[in-house]
């Protein structure tokens, strides 16, 4: 299938990769290390979420669809995973798994953690933001979503299987939705100029867990303790997303 190739108006902008989107939210900081600095470290974590995506592009190449689904433009048959970038947004990801119920695609995003168990706002900068999901898993599966949007496809809604708590979330589509994807893009592209990393997160429960703590934040004294194969399912981010500890100060 043919995808037209992004081509930015500023010759030396960068097409964001989904997954850095994703890192953005999460962590401002973790992702001028890696996106800017192009330092990446291993961990439990990404080894596990790596071995997922692997065996979710083994899964069969067609996506699933009820009996009542009609050919959907502009692909009559829809692949079940689908490389995609995106010219409105600047950004090319992997959609590992794609479901279509009548006549509508949806996204299913899986994730090794579990979905937040207490209520609650959740808001990044000044966008309030569901309660069901993470903020950086909403991110990402809401870029998704905006990219089936821009191809035509009726993509009204994505799933996140939280594997750790056994759950599936569902996002609508929405104005807000929409307004969040593109202040995340662009606040990348922000943080993408720095010459410097933005300030580490203090007293953030994010930190232990996280791949590049020795490389952020280097130092004296004992290591936290990683996350272990027997522990990935507990999810990376902290109770509370909206925590003004875990602002840069």
């Known amino acids: 299938m043919d995808i ?44 596990s979420g790596r071995d997922e995506h692997e065996r979710a592009a083994r899964r069969g190449r067609r996506a ?6 009609s050919d959907l433009p502009p692909w009559p048959e829809l692949p079940r995973s689908l490389d995609i970038i995106s010219s409105e947004f600047g950004v090319r990801g992997k ?8 006549d509508q695609v949806i996204v299913v995003e899986t994730k090794h953690g579990r979905a937040p168990k207490q209520p609650g706002p959740r808001s990044w900068y000044d966008h309030e933001l569901p309660e069901v999901a993470w903020p950086a898993d909403l991110a990402q599966l809401g ?14 809604e994505g799933r996140i299987f939280y594997r750790g708590s056994r759950s599936t979330v569902t996002i609508p589509w ?7 994807l593109h202040a995340v893009v662009r606040r990348a592209r922000e943080v993408g100029e720095l010459a410097t990393p933005p300030e580490p997160l ?23 303790r990683r996350a272990l194969p027997a522990s990935l399912g507990r999810h990376r981010d ?6 003004r500890r875990d602002q840069p100060r």
């Open 143 to 156: 870029l998704y979503m905006a990219m089936l949007r821009e191809y035509g496809l009726d993509a009204q």
């Open 202 to 224: 203090r007293d953030s429960p994010k930190c232990p867990g996280c791949s590049l703590h020795d490389v952020c934040l280097p130092g004296p004294g004992p290591r936290p």
């Open 95 to 102: 959609i590992d798994f794609l479901e279509i119920e009548d």
């Open 4 to 47: 037209p190739t992004f081509v930015p108006a500023n010759p030396n902008a960068d097409i964001l990769p989904v997954r850095m989107c994703n890192e953005l939210v999460y962590c401002e900081r973790l992702f001028h290390l890696e996106h800017v600095q192009g330092i990446f470290v291993d961990s439990a974590d990404t080894i």
């Open 174 to 180: 929405s104005e807000p939705l929409e307004a969040f």
């Open 238 to 243: 902290p109770p509370h997303a909206r925590n």
């Open 64 to 69: 699933r669809a009820s009996k009542s689904s």
